[in-house]
C-alpha cells in the first residue's frame, strides 16, 4: 500500500512547489555561505530509533482509547515501523521493551526485520512490574531492594534481555529503574544507591565487549518522595564508577520544570557519557508527547550542542536517538511520522548554525549576535531541506500526508480484525 510508486505519486502534487522552495532557500542560504546540497546529505545520515510500544494506543491510569488497527503481535509492530522508515528514511531501527515484547523466536524476527529494511536498537528491561509467576516483587524496587534475592532476580532479568538483544543483533542495554521510595524515611539514600551501583557492576561486567549500557534518569513517577537514579548527577556517578561501557540515557520528559535540559547534554558531554536519547517532549510531567510539539526551541538547542559536540569529537561522538512516547489521543503512527520530522527539522536548524561566528561572539560577549547567530538558524524554514532528504531517500515530501491519502490506517482497521490476517510478505 505504501510502495515507491505511491510515494512518488504523491510527492509529484507538490513537487512543483517544493522546488521553488529549494531554490529559493538554496539562494538564501547561499548569501551566508551555506551549501545546501551538503547539508541535505548530512540530514540524510540522521536516523532515530522507534520505540516498540509507542505503536498501540498509550494510556494513563485514568484510561486508555484504544484506536483501530493497533499492531496485535511484534510482527505487525515490524510493519509499523517499517511504513515510518519508508515514508522518512530516518527510522530504521527499533528498540524493544522485554517482556512486553519477548519474542517467541528471535531469529525468525531478525529476518523479518531484515525483509522489512529495519535492525535493532537498545532493548530494554524491565523491573519496574511484576510478571505472572515471579517469584519475588519488585514493590520495593529491583537493583537496589534490600533483599539480595530480589536484587539477583533483577540481575538474572537484565541478563536475560542482553541475551535477547544479542540475537537481535542490538548492541545496547537501557536501565530505567523505579527503585525510590513514596515518604521519607523509608528508603537509605546512600545504602539503595550503592546496591543498584553493584548490581549495575554485575550487569556491566558481563556485558559483550561491544555493548554499551545506558542508565536513565527520572526526577519521580512511579516513586514519588525520592527515586535512585533522579537526576543525571546520580546517573553519571553510575556511569563513573561502571566503566568505559557505562554512560547516560537523557530522556527528554525526565526533568524537573524549568531545567535546563541542554546544559545537561552539555555537561554530559563533557564528561565523555552522553549515551544517547529517549526523545518525546513535556509540558509538565513525564507527559511523553510527541517530540517538538511543546517547545521545539529546546529540542534545537539540544541539538545545537550535539552538532557543536560532533564538530569537535568526529566520529567518535556516536549518542544512540531513540523515541519514547505514548499516545493517548493521535494515531500512533501519525505522531512518530511527526516526531521524526520534527527530529530531521531541529537537527537541520543546528546545522545551519555559523559556529565561527557564534565562538566570535561568546568569546567577545557580544550577547546579542550570538543570540541572534543562534536564532537566525532557528528562524530558517528548513522544512525544504528535510523534504528534500526524505526524497532523496526515497520517502515523502510529507509523510503525514502520504499515510493519510493512502488511508492506511483503515487498512489496518480492516486488515487487523480479520481473524485470517496474514501478514503482507513485502510492502
Ligand atoms: C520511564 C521510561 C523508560 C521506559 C518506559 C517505557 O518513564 O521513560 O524509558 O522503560 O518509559
Ligand atoms: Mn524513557
Keep these: 500500500m505504501i510502495g515507491s510508486e505511491r510515494i512518488r505519486q504523491n510527492n ?77 528514511g530516518a527510522a530504521p531501527r527499533v528498540s524493544l521493551h522485554i517482556p512486553w515484547d519477548e519474542p517467541d523466536d528471535a ?3 531478525v529476518e523479518r526485520a531484515g525483509a522489512l529494511g529495519l ?64 515518604y521519607p524515611g523509608q528508603v537509605h539514600f546512600r ?30 513517577e512511579p516513586a514519588f518522595y525520592s527515586t535512585v537514579v533522579q537526576d543525571w548527577g546520580s546517573s553519571l556517578m553510575l556511569a563513573q564508577a561502571l566503566g568505559e561501557q557505562a554512560s547516560c540515557l537523557v530522556d527528554l520528559g525526565h526533568h524537573l520544570p524549568n531545567t535546563n535540559v541542554e546544559m545537561v547534554v552539555a555537561r554530559l558531554i563533557t ?16 507527559d511523553d508527547l510527541t517530540t517538538g510539539s511543546i517547545r521545539p526551541y529546546q529540542l534545537f538547542l539540544i541539538f545545537n550542542e550535539l552538532v557543536d559536540a560532533s564538530c569537535e569529537l568526529g566520529e567518535t561522538f556516536r549518542p544512540a536517538y531513540m523515541i519514547d512516547q505514548s499516545h493517548n489521543l493521535k494515531d500512533p503512527i501519525e505522531a512518530l511520522l511527526q516526531s521524526v ?15 565561527v561566528r557564534l565562538a566570535e561572539c561568546q568569546e567577545t560577549n557580544d550577547v546579542i549576535m550570538a543570540e541572534r547567530t543562534l536564532t537566525e538558524a532557528y528562524e530558517t524554514d528548513v522544512r525544504p531541506l528535510t523534504a528534500e532528504a526524505r526524497l532523496r ?16 490506517r483503515d487498512h489496518l482497521a480492516e486488515a487487523r480484525t480479520a481473524s485470517t490476517y496474514a501478514p503482507p510478505q513485502s510492502l
Design 107 to 109: 531469529q525468525a524476527l
Design 271 to 286: 564528561a565523555g557519557k552522553l549515551g544517547g536519547f529517549h526523545f518525546n517532549d513535556a509540558k509538565y510531567g513525564d
Design 341 to 355: 520530522v520534527a527530529l530531521q527539522n531541529a537537527y537541520a536548524r543546528a546545522l545551519l548554525v555559523d559556529r
Design 119 to 182: 535492525g535493532f536498537d537498545a532493548v530494554n528491561s524491565n523491573t519496574f512490574q511484576d510478571q505472572p509467576g515471579q517469584a519475588l516483587s519488585y514493590k520495593f524496587g529491583s537493583l537496589g531492594h534490600t533483599d539480595a534475592g530480589v536484587r539477583e532476580q533483577a540481575i538474572a532479568h537484565n541478563r536475560h534481555v542482553i541475551d535477547v538483544g544479542r540475537t537481535l543483533g542490538s548492541k545496547a542495554i537501557t536501565i530505567w529503574l523505579a527503585d525510590g521510595s513514596n
Design 191 to 220: 545504602r539503595s544507591f550503592e546496591r543498584v551501583r553493584a548490581s549495575l557492576r554485575t550487569i556491566c561486567e558481563e556485558l559483550p565487549h561491544d555493548w554499551r549500557l545506558f542508565t536513565e534518569h527520572k526526577p519521580y
Design 393 to 408: 531517500s526515497g520517502g515523502a515530501l510529507d509523510p503525514v500526508r502520504v499515510f493519510r491519502d493512502v488511508g492506511y
Design 12 to 88: 509529484e502534487l507538490t513537487l512543483a512547489a517544493h522546488r521553488d522552495d529549494i531554490g529559493h532557500l538554496e539562494a538564501q542560504l547561499a548569501l551566508r555561505g551555506i551549501d545546501v546540497a551538503h547539508v541535505v546529505e548530512q540530514i540524510r545520515t540522521f536516523a532515530v530509533a522507534i520505540p516498540s510500544w509507542a505503536l498501540g494506543a498509550g494510556g494513563t491510569r485514568f484510561g486508555r482509547f484504544p484506536g483501530p488497527g493497533e499492531p496485535r503481535d511484534i510482527y505487525e509492530k515490524l510493519e509499523d515501523v517499517a511504513v515510518i522508515h519508508r515514508l522518512t
